[in-house]
């Protein structure tokens, strides 16, 4: 009876044991058999959508290329800044490069209907069709958002349009390069096209009390009117989620990460944009806090902004206008840019003849462009090849610069710290 009943348990057990091992084996081969397609979808879907995502992302270490590369420039003016920005842009001007100009809304409509003409007749332009004038120009408040805005706006649109180029500078009528493009372009030629130049730090300082915590409105993005921002007598706390860093309002940006700024894959830079919608003088934080605060680009950058800018001590809002006096600090400091200028100040005149050889067009010849006859034009020599360089002086100095600044002991310290 005993031993029946533990034979009829056994015979239990190993049906039991037996029907498990058959089900699992069955489980394990219908999925086998009826996935194997599915996997495979799965994974060429996986790959197309990769460089959205995350190929990008590691694209962004290894980002080198062998050719010249090539610079989109924003230069942006407002109320009387035409001929200025008109030789600012003549001094940067070259084939390879792309550009966007804007006067703001505050200049007049005539002001800046006469800049779209001067870029639509100017011969050299219309041939070769990199440069373009941000016709819907935008309401731009001096220390608000806007001024991000219009930085967003001109860089989407070089994005758009721009084709291929590796670093956006954003520069105003009242900057002046101290180097050729020649120079300049040889210059960063063989350096990574992932770094980005952007002057920073999370030492916040006066800064916390000052603009951290101030709520301000800029009117700029709802009214038709110019008028200034103001204050809302509530005050907020230090942002938790991510950390804030300040710096310059000068950079030079990787393609990479205008893409991560421009796109907005990642909530990041859309949710700093909005937070900076209400913060004094946005331009010297938005970009360093995003880039800072994305694990996949801090390590991109560059703790310098490429600029000579006499500052008093302690700062003040303006920096001081650079005049003669300053021509051989300017020089010394190795730096592509310098502000701010006063319009046709005696200074630019001796950068002209002294840095960058302008010749009587105002352009500044290079490789691609060297004049035999005194009146010939552009237009009856044709461009030479654009590809190649004519590197000078300042190529030298810039390079001074970048060595130093890439060699630093404590170049890695300095990135978002
Ligand atoms: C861009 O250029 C303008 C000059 O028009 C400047 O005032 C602004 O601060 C710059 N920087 C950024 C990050 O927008
Ligand atoms: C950035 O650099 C740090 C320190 O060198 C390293 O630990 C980290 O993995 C790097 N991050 C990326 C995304 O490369
Ligand atoms: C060059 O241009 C100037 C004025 O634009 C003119 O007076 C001169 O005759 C021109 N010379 C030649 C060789 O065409
Ligand atoms: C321009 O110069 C580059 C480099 O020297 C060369 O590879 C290329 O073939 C040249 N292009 C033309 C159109 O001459």
Redesign the pocket.
Known sequence: MDSNKSQKKKKWFVSLVFSLVLSTLLIFVSIFVSSSSSFRFYRIRVKKDVPHFVESKLRVSSRQDSSVPRIAYLISGSMGDGESLKRTLKALYHPRNQYAVHLDLEASTQERLELANYVKNEPLFAQLGNVRVIVKANLVTYRGPTMVTNTLHAAAILLKEGGDWDWFVNLSASDYPLVTQDDLLHAVSTIPRHFNFIEHTSDIGWKEYHRAKPIIIDPGLYSLHKSDVFWVTEKRNVPSAYTLFTGSAWMMLSRPFVEYCIWGWDNLPRNVLMYYANFLSSPEGYFHTVICNAEEFRNTTVNHDLHFISWDNPPKQHPHFLKDKDYSRMVDSNAPFARKFGRNDPVLDKIDTELLGLNADGYVPGRWFSRVKPNMTFLDLGIK????LRPGPGAKRLKTLINSLLSAKDFKENQCA
């Open positions: 090849n654009i590809t190649q």
